[in-house]
């Protein structure tokens, strides 16, 4: 560029970073790109944050899995962090089966009671309830 066409506060010098001979702007180029990766590299990184809850229940086969999933979207789209901390406790600590001791008493129990045989049906009884069909016209 020649000194003609500077502004006339400019200095004399000014440094190539800023204009290249071309009229481009290099450092303004590379903040712009900077700035863009930047943003897509923090989207990327919030967006895996909020599915560890998920991977996490997925990999141990959770019973609550969709619990977590739940409770991590609400934390998503509320920006609610209580929401994610529960999604984490639910996703790392197995909940007690209550009701398996429950069910293996009944199954016990029921082994106990005598077995009842079904006397076999003789004639279809059904037949004998069904409603009469009117009669078919002509």
């Known amino acids: 560029m020649s000194t003609a066409e500077l502004h006339p506060m400019a200095t004399g010098h000014i440094p190539s970073y800023v204009v290249q001979a071309d009229g481009s702007d290099f450092l303004f180029t590379f903040m712009v790109v900077f700035t863009v990766a930047l943003i897509i590299l923090i989207g990327v990184a919030y967006f895996t944050l909020h599915s ?9 086969n959770h019973p609550q899995f969709q619990l977590v999933g739940i409770l991590a979207l609400l934390a998503l789209f509320t920006h609610n962090g209580l929401f994610w901390v529960a999604a984490i406790l639910v996703a790392g600590f197995q909940f007690p089966d209550f009701a398996a001791p429950l069910r293996s008493i009944a199954d016990a129990i029921r082994s106990l009671a005598p077995q009842r045989t079904l006397d076999p049906v003789v004639e279809d009884t059904a037949a004998e309830y069904a409603e009469p069909t009117a009669p078919q016209e002509q």
């Open 52 to 60: 560890i809850p998920e991977k996490i229940a997925h990999e141990s």
